[in-house]
């Protein structure tokens, strides 16, 4: 983030001086007048040295602006000018950095600002510390216990309308990061006389009058309150109201604060009923009653406020009322009841009033340390803040003013010995020159005070236990005997006559002297407040609550714990508990805050010189400032010194051999610090100006972002190396592979070539090997076929001179052998027989016919006439035999063939036989007929009853009977009649009617004529001048035309034993009547039927078309 650079150094633009110790001359006017410019220039913080003055503005300075913050933030203390935010920032980066507990101490008077400084410091620190959820949470508890704490513990007083009226401790826990974890608060003694009394002109703690104006009337009638503050006597009437205050808006953000912290509900209710409880209980009255054996008697006026506490508490009234009543005083298990009397009623209400309230108080403390409480048990670095009531000096001083200005000489004496004492002490010890700077200690004020045996709070002690009467007189009596000679306590009565005829002194006060001041505090109370004592009665009563939150406030109430000793007395325990913080303090590094007070008017722009001089005077400022310039602005002890710098110098960087010291001189040498900037003491080395020590920081700064740089630098390098190692290896590890793998590859694709070349290589070798083989075996063979030709030409040669030799020779030996033969024949032929050759020759012939005919017995072709296979004949001279054997069989098995005809068959046969002869190759119709069998009589005459009457009329065997086409001659038309053939004759009938139309007697028919086409078309030439030949030739067409003629032809032939001349020709002649007509067969017809188209064209031509 950019910070806004608005200067470089709290010299610039200075009004004044900003650091006293710049002072020149420095004198207690200078002082005032540089406090009173700054002041008037709104300049309200001054710092002499690491010492922070502040003087109170009483009005709103924008100072404190979150730019602010961030504008101070991270920056060194001198840097910028004085600031609250320059010391919470140096306080709190010390702690984080420097792992060394911090606190800050913030003193003052009344309204001088401290509670205002405490805030700003935990906002600042706020602000800059970690972030985070968590982290956040923690944060807003802490700050939002103020407001809780302010309500119950603050109220207006005539110094400030928002005085603190207890002391607060409060420790912020941080983790080594800096962030915030948690935080205890610790509280000292409330001032719980407001409870009950308010001085003129201030109020009760804001709280009252907070419930009363800002809870709603719901609220208000659950507590049973009503919103009058006048109705309560607890609550001073003369300023209920506060100017600048809301007392209502305060309710509300209390309420919420509360609910921040982590209150339930329900408890925050618990916590506003003791609040009403304690108003109630001032409400309550006596009034004197009846004296009974002589003793005072008191009464509650009204019950009714009673009762109202009672339901509120949860305590039995009479309960309450008895213990209002009566005082038990337990001793030596004896009990003795007295009954009180009016004032002593009184005075037990208010003790139990303020005891409820400061008891709450404490409470509440505790109840928010639950809650605010760091939750980790790591190891926490401390920031204390402490903001205790301011020196208070009053019209009217008692024990509380006194306990208070005994806390504030307790701070005074750290502060004296932490910057004064202790600074002069050390320089002595470290043999630094010095000169010896005089300052007021108020170590005798503190021992006047907590002195053991003669303390002040001793005697009171002492006074309050001692047995007989012992008043608040008997106790300033002792002071006086005991504490007359102390230097810095006065009294009246003391046997030093110095104050005899003081009139300031009145008798029953004594005064001290304090560092701030001189103080009268009236001796009456003292006696009183130091017991702090409430009767048993009522703490017994108020165990006795069901209301949970007042009985647990009560615990010495319960019967079952009774403890007879005297509880420790509010001083001791004050004493105690200071006594602890002090020691808590000076544990850590103390950082002031030293708030002053400008007016006594909370007026904003006045700057009362005389009380701001007196608070610069009580203070010690002017001997801080003289100390601080004398001597050294910081000390540090050498190792830690060289550990911190050592980096800024060769020699001692990065080890140091030699002692410490001499490393620290060397290192300031070569640093060129002027030797008046420092000091070597035995230990430590002193450093003069916070300046030298700044620009050390800054150099340190400097170098120790150039060694981050360097050592970034080198871990970059590092890194990087490394990555480039990895890299590297990788990329060898990757290429090693690769090459392994292209190597492979190669040596594969190489080998493979190799192989493929080393295979082609062996294949031409081999073909040459091969071919060379070819050629020498071609060649062997060559020689062989040569040499076996050659052995072959020579053999044949040698062979045939053998035949020809052997010729030669069996010629001769056959020549001999017939000579031999017909030599010996003609000598044995009488021993042999003369036909013996022709035997032999015929049994070789029986042999061989033998032979021939089994294997023509097994070789045998089937028995069907068609089958034309025949087996080969063996013997050339079977020739003739074998041929003969052939036919002989064919005719056998046709003969076969025949003889399985029937008569029938045979007839037909021989028709068909007959038809062939007359047809064949003679009429184109005739193949078709070849495969329809003859059947002569087509039409059932005898059987159809149809043509009875005709099958009566004839009593021959019919050949042929069947529809025809008759052809009329005229005009070539064609008429359906049956034409029958009988053994004689030949008649045609109507086909209707059967009636017979015409006989014709077989021997007049002469001749059938027909064309040598494929039609059925034939004329029956009939004998001139016969009967039937009166109308002459008939003309027919027949799809049996074969048939009829074949039959008309052999049954002409047996009747007549004549052959009926049939003529095949495409022109003919027939007679009609007279008439010579001319038959012609004219190719084309598109009529398929069996009906020949005729047509007469004129006397001598009729034209037949055929297919
Ligand atoms: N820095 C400041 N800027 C503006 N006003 C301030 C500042 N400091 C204090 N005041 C004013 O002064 C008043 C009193 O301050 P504060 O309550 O802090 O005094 P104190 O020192 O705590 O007194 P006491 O000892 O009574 O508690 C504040 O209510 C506020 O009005
Ligand atoms: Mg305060």
């Given at each position: 983030m950019a910070k806004t650079e608005v200067k470089t150094s709290l010299l610039d633009n200075m009004i004044g001086v900003g650091d006293m110790v710049l002072l020149e001359p420095l004198s207690e006017e200078t002082f005032i007048d540089n406090l009173k410019k700054r002041f008037d220039h709104s300049e309200i913080y001054t710092y002499i040295g690491s010492v922070l003055i502040s003087v109170n503005p009483y009005r709103p300075l924008p100072i404190y602006s979150p730019e602010k913050v961030e504008e101070y933030r991270n920056r060194n203390f001198y840097e910028l000018s004085p600031h609250i935010y320059a010391l919470s920032d140096e306080v709190y980066r010390s702690l984080r950095d420097q792992d060394k507990d911090q606190c800050i101490l913030i003193t003052g008077e009344s309204g001088a600002g401290k509670t205002e400084a405490s805030k700003l410091v935990m906002s600042y620190i706020a602000a800059v510390c970690g972030k985070g959820a968590e982290v956040n949470q923690v944060k807003e508890q802490l700050l939002q216990s103020n407001p809780v704490l302010e309500a119950f513990g603050n109220a207006k007083t005539v110094r400030n309308d928002n005085s603190s009226r207890f002391g607060k401790y409060m420790d912020i826990e941080f983790n080594f990061k800096g962030d915030p974890l948690g935080g205890v608060i610790s509280n000292y003694l409330l001032e719980k006389s407001r409870v009950v009394k308010q001085p003129r002109g201030e109020r009760n703690f804001h709280v009252f009058y907070q419930l009363l104006s800002g809870a709603s009337e719901e609220l208000l009638n659950k507590l049973k309150l009503k919103r009058d503050v006048s109705r309560y006597n607890y609550l001073s009437l003369d300023s209920a109201k506060v100017n600048g205050m809301d007392d209502a808006a305060n309710f509300r953000t209390v309420r919420n604060a509360m609910q921040i912290v982590g209150f339930p509900d329900h408890e925050a209710e618990s916590i506003l009923e003791v609040v009403a409880t304690v108003l109630k209980l001032g409400n309550i009255e006596f009034k004197p009653d009846s004296r009974v054996n002589g003793l005072d008697e008191s009464k509650i006026k009204d019950k009714n406020e009673l009762k109202e506490i009672c339901e509120l508490t949860g305590i039995d009234q009479p309960v309450l009322e008895r213990a209002f009543s009566f005082r038990t005083v337990e001793a030596k298990q004896e009990k003795v009841s007295t009954t009180l009397n009016v004032a002593q009623a009184y005075y037990a209400r208010d003790a139990l009033a303020k005891n409820l309230y400061s008891r709450l108080f404490s409470w509440l403390v505790n109840r928010i340390n639950e809650s605010i409480k760091?939750?980790?048990?790591v190891r926490k670095k401390v920031m204390g803040v402490l903001d205790i009531y301011g020196f208070e000096i009053f019209e009217d001083n008692s024990f509380e003013q006194f306990i208070i200005n005994y806390c504030n000489e307790k701070l005074q004496q750290i502060f004296i010995e932490l910057t004064l004492k202790e600074e002069q002490e050390e320089y002595i010890q470290e043999d630094i020159e010095w000169t010896h700077i005089n300052y007021f200690n108020n170590t005798i004020i503190c021992d006047l005070i907590e002195n053991n045996t003669n303390g002040i709070l001793a005697m009171l002690d002492e006074e309050c236990l001692r047995p007989g009467i012992v008043s608040d007189e008997t106790f300033l009596e002792k002071l006086n005997q005991v504490c007359a000679t102390h230097q810095h306590f006065e009294s009246r009565m003391s046997k030093c006559s110095r104050f005899l005829n003081d009139t300031s002194l009145p008798h029953s006060c004594f005064r001290i002297q304090h560092y701030a001041g001189k103080v009268l505090y009236q001796v009456e109370g003292f006696v009183d407040k130091n017991n702090d004592l409430l009767y048993r009665d009522l703490s017994q009563a108020m165990w006795k609550a069901s209301q949970a939150l007042i009985k647990s406030l009560f615990p010495e109430g319960n019967p079952a714990k009774i403890n007879l000793k005297r509880p420790p007395t509010a001083g001791s325990q004050f004493k105690a508990s200071v006594a602890t913080l002090m020691k808590n303090l000076q544990d850590k590094n103390p950082n002031y805050i030293r708030c002053i007070k400008p007016n006594d008017k909370k007026a904003a722009h006045i700057f009362n010189e005389t009380l701001v001089c007196h608070q610069v005077r009580y203070l010690g400022l002017l001997e801080n400032v003289r100390v601080r310039r004398a001597g050294y602005a910081f000390r540090q002890v050498y190792e830690p010194c060289l550990e911190r710098y050592k980096m800024l110098c060769k020699q001692t960087w990065p080890h140091w051999k030699g002692p410490a010291r001499s490393g620290v001189e060397a290192l300031f040498s070569e640093l060129e610090i002027p030797v008046e900037e420092y000091s070597f003491g035995k230990s430590k080395i002193f450093i003069r100006n916070p300046r030298t020590l700044f620009k050390l920081e800054d150099l340190r700064k400097q170098r120790v972002e150039d060694l981050a740089t360097l050592i970034q630098k080198i871990y970059r390098g590092w890194k990087c190396r490394t990555h480039f190692l990895l890299m590297r290896k990788s990329q060898i590890m990757i290429a090693a592979w690769y090459r392994r793998y292209a190597q492979q590859k190669w040596y594969q694709k190489t080998k493979s070539s190799a192989l493929v070349i080393q295979s082609y290589i062996r294949g031409w070798k081999a073909r040459q090997i091969l071919r060379e083989l070819k050629h020498q075996k071609r060649c062997e063979e060559a020689v062989t076929t040569i040499a076996a030709y050659w052995h072959g030409t020579q053999a044949r040669r040698e062979l045939s001179r053998l035949k020809e030799e052997a010729r030669k020779k069996h010629a001769i030996a056959v020549i001999w052998a017939y000579w031999l033969g017909s030599k010996v024949r003609r000598e044995y032929r009488k021993f042999f027989r003369s036909y013996a050759g022709k035997k032999i020759y015929e049994f070789i012939i029986q042999r061989i016919m033998q032979n021939y005919f089994l294997e023509m017995k097994n070789k045998m072709p089937s028995v069907s006439p068609i089958d034309k296979n025949w087996p080969s004949r063996p013997y050339l001279f079977l020739d003739s035999t074998h041929k003969e054997l052939k036919r002989i069989f064919h005719l056998w098995r046709c003969k076969k063939y025949r003889d399985q005809f029937t008569d029938q068959q045979k007839l037909i046969y021989e028709e068909k036989l007959e038809a062939s002869e007359l047809f064949k190759d003679k009429k184109a119709l005739y193949p078709s007929s070849v495969g329809q069998p003859f059947q002569g009589p087509y039409l059932e005459i005898n059987e159809n009853p149809k043509y009875k009457k005709l099958k009566d009329a004839i009593e021959e065997k019919i050949i042929i009977a069947e529809v025809v086409n008759k052809i009329n001659r005229a005009n070539g038309k064609s008429t359906s009649r049956i034409f029958l053939l009988t053994n004689n004759n030949l008649l045609l009938a109507d086909q209707k009617s059967g009636q017979i139309k015409s006989e014709v007697p077989l021997v007049d028919v002469t001749k059938v004529s027909m064309s040598s086409q494929n039609d059925g078309f034939f004329a029956i030439h009939l004998k001139e001048g016969s009967e039937a030949a009166s109308k002459g030739d008939f003309l027919f067409s027949s799809d049996h035309l074969i048939e009829m003629a074949t039959k008309l032809y052999r049954t002409t032939l047996s009747q007549t034993n004549q052959k009926l001349n049939i003529e095949i020709s495409d022109e003919f002649l027939v007679q009609f009547r007279k008439d010579k007509v001319c038959v012609k067969f004219i190719q084309g017809s598109q009529n398929n039927g069996s009906v020949p188209m005729c047509k007469r064209k004129n006397n001598r031509l009729l034209e037949v078309a055929v297919p």
């Open positions: 760091a939750q980790t048990k």
